[in-house]
């Protein structure tokens, strides 16, 4: 009897799961003859709008920092599948407020070109899967279940498939059978698993096809595009070609794979290069380590190489310059290690949220080890020093890039660590006029803390290795050396 009830049930079952992928390839049917997606094979649009730099806020506060996009090209080609962007951004915070490459003077052209093959990374591919047309098509191709939901009062059946990162992607399709929303999330080595959703809406039809006039990405919750398309060309002949050149930024190598050469500034005291600059210093009883890196990777090279420079002390304090995204991916690391992380106090809540989030998707050691930050505030100076050695710790004032930049002194070597105030370009590039508003602050505030410096450690090394004096950044803050003082 028992046999016979569990074979019910293992009937029933089979028989609910076949309803439900039954219901879920007919709701997806429906909403790709809606839209127009069978006949679908390229797509082409242009719009103007906003584009925004993830992580590179002003302060924890705010929304990424906003550009001016003056035009917006892209092709799509779901048959290879492939997709091209070209666009080109302006200046869109006025005065500079945050990073991303701020102050862009005059016109910047970016491009990004995907080509899916066998090795292109997930969050690459959902440039095209995010879509509507293409979220559908994919939904198609893979073991979709569907749920009906209602939210603010509308209906919606929800699309849900499980992405190749193991990740949910859901699709939000109304009552008129249009993509109203995708969602999925993406691995992100500060944010952890990241939501990533994009918005749909102003539905107008192109021919056969039904294409959304606005469009709204978001990742980290807040906005990383915010369209407003004016052109759409339905089949067009697109002819999307691998870019030259260097693409988009390459991924952190591994841990074992960093390479970390290192330069003695002073007793005890070490410059940590082959990536975001770090600074270590050799304390009487642990090591101090100025900055982390941009990823967990780089942060485990610098903690191992200081450790190997300094022997048989653990690392105490790891100083955060401030809370940007790729000042910040390295902390995971300091996280792992039981470090304390020192950062300006506006930056502590941000910083112990951020890093306690889960990171599932693609655990770090942060994560594996369950260990939690400890992240301690620094007001506008904080003194370490163990009777040898001295750092200063400054809060800069006025500055543009971010409210809670810290810099790092070093009296005894007249050493000052900065982030983002000066990024070194090639030795013969010649200074902008105006000069960066980020680099004319921080010499103000060298001037106001009345700091003897002879030699400048950016955390944005120059490539050429070059060291940078006092004359170098007054040079490109405007000024010469005789009013740095």
């Not at 699709?171 to 995708?182: A, P």
């Not at 655990?363 to 992240?375: E, F, L, N, R």
């Amino acid at each position: 009897m028992l046999k016979k009830c569990l074979a019910g049930f293992v009937i029933a079952g089979a028989l609910v799961w076949s309803a439900s992928a039954q219901d879920a390839q007919t709701v997806i049917a429906g909403a790709s003859r809606a839209m127009g997606v069978d006949a679908l094979k390229t797509i082409q649009y242009s719009a103007t709008g906003l584009d925004f730099a993830l992580g590179q806020a002003p302060n924890p506060g705010s929304p990424w920092p906003k550009f001016v996009n003056k035009s917006y090209t892209r092709a799509i080609n779901f048959e290879t599948p492939a997709s091209r962007v070209d666009r080109v951004r302006v200046q869109g915070e006025n005065p500079p407020h945050g990073g991303g490459q701020q102050p862009i003077v005059g016109e910047q052209p970016v491009s990004q070109t995907i080509i899916v093959g066998a090795d292109t990374p997930w969050a690459q591919q959902l440039e095209i899967w995010m879509t509507p047309h293409g979220f559908l098509r994919a939904a198609a191709a893979r073991n979709a279940t569907v749920e009906a939901k209602t939210i603010a009062g509308k209906k919606y059946n929800v699309i849900t498939f499980v992405a190749d990162n193991k990740a949910k992607v859901n699709g939000y399709v109304n009552e008129q059978n249009l993509v109203e929303r995708v969602e999925t999330w993406i691995d992100n080595p500060f944010l952890g698993d990241m939501p990533f959703e994009a918005m749909y809406s102003d539905y107008k039809a192109e021919g056969s096809v039904q294409f959304p006039h606005h469009i709204v990405q978001k990742q980290g919750g807040y906005p990383i595009f915010d369209l407003n398309v004016n052109d759409v060309k339905v089949n067009a002949v697109v002819n999307i070609q691998p870019a030259q050149g260097r693409g988009g930024a390459p991924a952190a190598p591994a841990a074992a794979t960093q390479t970390v050469p290192s330069e003695k500034l002073g007793d005890g005291v070490y410059l940590l290069t082959g990536g975001y600059a770090a600074v270590a210093v050799d304390f009487k009883d642990h090591i101090t380590i100025i900055e982390s890196g941009q990823s967990e990777a780089r942060g485990l090279a610098v903690i191992a190489e200081a450790k190997r420079l300094i022997p048989n002390k653990p690392v105490k304090y790891v100083v955060n310059t401030h809370s940007h995204i790729d000042h910040s991916s390295g902390l995971r690391a300091a996280v792992a290690e039981g470090a304390t992380i020192l950062t300006h106090d506006i930056n502590k809540a941000y910083l112990e949220r951020t890093l306690s989030l889960p990171h599932t998707l693609n655990p770090d050691t942060a994560q594996t080890s369950g260990k939690k930050p400890v992240v301690e505030a620094v007001g506008e100076k904080k003194i370490l020093t163990d009777g040898t050695h001295v750092v200063e710790l400054h809060h800069l004032r006025n500055f543009g890039h971010h409210d809670g930049m810290l810099i790092a002194y070093f009296p005894k070597e007249k050493v000052l660590v900065e982030a983002d105030a000066y990024n070194p370009q090639a030795a013969t590039a010649t200074p902008p006029t105006p000069p960066s508003p980020y680099t004319v602050s921080l010499l103000e505030n060298i001037q106001r803390l009345k700091l003897d410096v002879q030699r400048v450690i950016p955390i944005h090394y120059p490539a050429d290795n070059r060291v940078i004096t006092i004359t170098e950044l007054s040079r490109w803050g405007g000024r010469t050396t005789s009013d740095d003082r």
